[in-house]
């Protein structure tokens, strides 16, 4: 099992840019996707965009497309998820997770590895 840590969250205006990051307990295996989710108060959660660890083959949910990037530091076992042009309805705890799984990398159900959540909060 790979123990993952989310940080970077805090509190930002409508428009700005954050970075997140998630520090992996050990480099993991060449095919473990870690995904980033996320869940806003009252809503189911919901995939954001991810990265194959050893392949940098990223898969991208509808809410991220054009705005968010992911990148890997593969020396710091960390994986950053990079925020632009932030929205008011992007507040919401922001989760990595991974999994070895090949498919139904949208599905929270298929990841067995998950981090404790670092807030994200967009102000107008």
């Known amino acids: 099992q790979v123990q993952l840590v989310e940080s970077g969250g805090g509190l930002v205006q409508a428009g700005g840019s954050l970075r997140l990051s998630c520090a992996a307990s050990r480099p993991p295996a060449a095919n473990y996707f870690v995904g980033w989710f996320r869940q806003a108060s009252g809503k189911d959660r919901e995939f954001v965009l991810g990265?194959?660890?050893?392949?940098?083959?990223?898969w991208t949910g509808d809410s991220a497309k054009g705005r968010f990037t992911i990148g890997r530091d593969a020396a710091k076992n960390t994986i950053y998820l990079h925020m632009n042009r932030l929205r008011i309805e992007d507040t919401a705890i922001y989760y990595c997770a991974g999994t070895s799984a090949d498919s139904g990398l949208e599905n929270p159900s298929n990841y067995g590895d998950w981090g404790q959540g670092t807030q994200v909060t967009v102000s107008s």
């Open positions: 990265l194959r660890w050893a392949y940098d083959a990223t």
